[in-house]
């Protein structure tokens, strides 16, 4: 929803929030004398960097040389490049806006185009930005990372440009008017800054101030209030956090009768506080510090993640509530319980549009929509939303909240395409925008869903994508993947690439619903935190063994994957049990849990890991840290790190310390570093194709013997 976010601290999907500058690891506690490898966190460094084209030089070698490799880079390119893909797009005034890349412009089109046009099936783009023309005009690798445009009327814009897809980027002002960066006008230097339009002359601020003005996380432990004109240094001082903290953001929300400016602390991942900014006083919006807090229009949403005694009333951790924001704030504890969570129900996200609320629930790991709409006495009545499918992963957002009830929703499911709808909150019928084509044959392909049964009795679902004449005789390659922290679910989707890279060559692909992610709320997500991460292990090791109990497959022909946190997990899968795999592939992982919270955004997962500067805490945390756990005398499989260079969330040193010291102690190991990327791993879609090629050329080698 477009309401006010009040952990503004990254979006987690496959990756990890952000956080941390490109630079070596903070200096105070840095010379480890057990740590034979820490030179390879000097990103940049010259013996660092020679040290990774050596190891892209043996990957590169072993993997791309084949002529299979050739042409599945090729298909995968086609994909991504393919103008048959959805233009997404979001409302901005009269406009719907897309970012696209494909092979004429690889870094990427900013353009718009009107509604009545985009539902046809070649719209006429008003490109506003190409990113290639501008970075090659200014000599620069921009990568795109989006815009902040202030309403009504969306003239005023912050662009924002990332070199080489790093989290770090420039805001520069750019005229909608006349299509051009404003002369003069705010321009922010190359940090993890926070902005938002107050007025045409007024910026909220947080950014890399000078010494101090960061928190260790490598975000902004200050929010100033910025006016044309002045110097940056002159900005006015409206909060100032811990540097312990993980970001300090100002927010000002714009609804038309409904102006309001906040303050967010971010004191860990998982806890905040909260203000209004009323008069140039600081008013404190009372909650649970853990309590997730949106505002919209004259409701305040609450979305607490442990159990809360309020007003008489006990409300579940994942539960939402709704109440009225000026009652709140004097005082009254009255809500309107929108969701209620059970142990296999969890709320999926919610989107207001001008007169309604859509909730949608992950019910079993299947969406569940519905409509609530405020009446005039204040309480509020639901039904399920009309029209809306009944198979598939869904989601739906509000068009416009403010002018209308229109809302967006897609479709989508492992082997379905995704189809974009436009639909009317209330009205049954569901206007079909645009579609997927079928990338790949999915003809026999089926979708089912399982459970394993975990160490402690819990039971773990998961999904299998197949051919229905499946042999159950061990010998099928599967790809086993997972995520399993920061309340990240994973759902059905449609992926045109994993499809042709592997479905079609009959592989089967497994997704595991594990502890620690999102699929049934917070205490999902918290029965695997910290001092219980083995949980999450634990459920990934039960789906492995069921699918070889199932005679899916065999470890031999059993590979896993995952990225970053995910990274995480298929490190701790290979020193864990690596009797049970042919192959791993970790991808921009966290690695080395020692030092985790010394390189860049590090410090601000904490709350989700441990300190280990705690010794109480490294007794646990070094169970799950597969840079300690590697061992000279274990046979391990065939493994695969790829990550970026660029990568300045997770620091690419995790992955390049792990594989030295796996080299060091002989054990088969392949490394590849792409330059750009960021912790996407990848600028652009060429660099995205032969990234994704070089994983499923080595999966294929391993486990399907090609």
């Known amino acids: 929803m477009r309401a006010i976010p009040l952990l503004l601290v990254g979006l987690i999907s496959f990756i990890l929030p952000h956080g941390g500058n490109l630079v070596m690891a903070q200096t105070a506690t840095e010379t480890p004398s057990d740590d034979p490898n820490l030179w390879l966190e000097d990103v940049t460094g010259e013996k660092a960097l020679d040290w990774v084209k050596e190891q892209n030089k043996e990957s590169t070698a072993q993997l791309t040389e084949s002529q299979g490799f050739q042409q599945l880079e090729e298909k995968i390119l086609k994909i991504l490049n393919s103008n048959e893909r959805i233009p997404f797009v979001v409302k901005r005034g009269p406009y719907y806006y897309n970012f696209w890349q494909d092979g004429e412009h690889p870094r990427g089109l900013w353009r718009r185009t009107t509604p009545e046009e985009y539902k046809k099936d070649n719209p006429e783009w008003d490109v506003i930005i190409d990113v290639d023309a501008l970075g090659k005009e200014e000599g620069e690798n921009w990568v795109w990372h989006g815009v902040s445009m202030l309403r009504p009327d969306y003239r005023h814009a912050m662009v924002k440009l990332s070199r080489g897809g790093a989290d770090a980027d420039i805001k520069r002002e750019f005229d909608m008017e006349t299509r051009e960066f404003v002369q003069d006008g705010f321009y922010l230097p190359e940090a993890k800054s926070r902005v938002s339009w107050k007025d045409k002359d007024t910026l909220l601020v947080g950014t890399n101030f000078g010494e101090g003005s960061l928190t260790d996380s490598g975000y902004p432990r200050i929010v100033k209030e910025w006016k044309r004109g002045t110097e940056l240094e002159q900005a006015k001082t409206i909060f ?16 038309p009768g409904f102006e309001r400016e906040f303050v967010s602390r971010a004191i860990t991942f998982y806890t905040s ?20 807090v949106n505002v919209h229009r004259e409701w305040i949403f609450i979305q607490p993640r442990s159990t809360w005694e309020v007003g008489g009333q006990s409300y579940e951790p994942g539960a939402l509530l709704v109440g009225n924001y000026d009652d709140y704030m004097n005082g009254k504890r009255e809500f309107t319980v929108l969701f209620e969570p059970t142990d296999r129900k969890s709320l999926a996200g919610y989107s207001p549009t001008k007169n309604h609320l859509i909730v949608n629930e992950l019910d079993n790991v299947r969406n569940k929509i519905y409509l609530w709409t405020p009446g005039e006495d204040g309480k509020w009545k639901s039904e399920p939303m009309p029209g809306v499918p009944e198979f598939g992963t869904i989601s739906v957002g509000a068009v416009d909240e403010e002018v209308s009830d229109e809302f967006f929703l897609t479709v989508t499911d492992y082997t379905l395409p995704t189809t974009l709808y436009l639909g009317t909150a209330g009205d049954p019928a569901l206007e079909k925008l645009k579609s997927l084509p079928a990338f790949y044959d999915a003809t026999g392909i089926v979708v089912e ?42 759902v059905p989707n449609y992926s045109a690439t994993t499809g042709t890279a592997w479905l079609t060559e009959g592989g089967v692909f497994v997704v595991a619903n ?44 059993l590979g896993v994957m995952g990225g970053s946190n995910g990274g995480l997990l298929t490190g701790n899968m290979l020193v864990l049990r690596p009797d049970l795999w042919g192959a791993v592939v970790s991808q921009v992982p966290l690695l080395d849990m020692k030092r985790f919270h010394l390189l860049l955004a590090g410090a601000s997962w904490m709350g989700e890991y441990g300190n280990p500067d705690e010794p109480e805490q490294w007794e646990f945390m070094k169970t799950f840290s597969p840079y300690h756990l590697v061992e000279e005398d274990v046979k391990y499989p065939n493994t695969l790190f790829t990550t970026s260079t660029r990568d300045d969330r997770v620091h690419p040193g995790h992955a390049r310390k792990m594989v030295a010291r796996m080299k060091k102690m002989g054990h088969p190991v392949l490394y590849y570093e792409n330059i750009e990327g960021g912790h996407a791993g990848a600028a652009d879609n060429k660099q995205r194709a032969f990234m994704t090629a070089l994983t499923y050329e080595f999966l294929k080698q391993q486990l399907m013997g090609k």
Do not use: C
Request: charged share 30%; hydrophobic share 35%; aromatic share 10%.
């Open 240 to 255: 100032e956090g811990e540097k312990t903290d993980v970001s300090i953001t100002g927010v000002y929300d714009k609804t």
């Open 273 to 292: 506080k909260l203000w209004q900014v009323v008069d140039g006083d600081l008013v404190e919006i009372e909650k649970p510090d853990d309590a997730e």
């Open 449 to 490: 869903q399982f459970e394993a049964t975990s160490q402690d009795g819990t039971k773990i679902p998961y999904f299998q994508v197949s051919h229905k004449d499946l042999k159950l005789d061990g010998e099928n390659a599967t790809l086993l993947y997972g995520y399993g922290g920061f309340e990240v679910p994973m």
């Open 514 to 557: 594990i502890r620690g992610g999102g699929e049934f709320g917070p205490k999902w997500h918290q029965a695997a935190l910290k001092e219980n991460r083995h949980k999450a292990y634990e459920d990934f090791i039960a789906v492995a063994e069921d699918l070889i109990a199932r005679k899916v497959t065999s470890p031999q022909h």
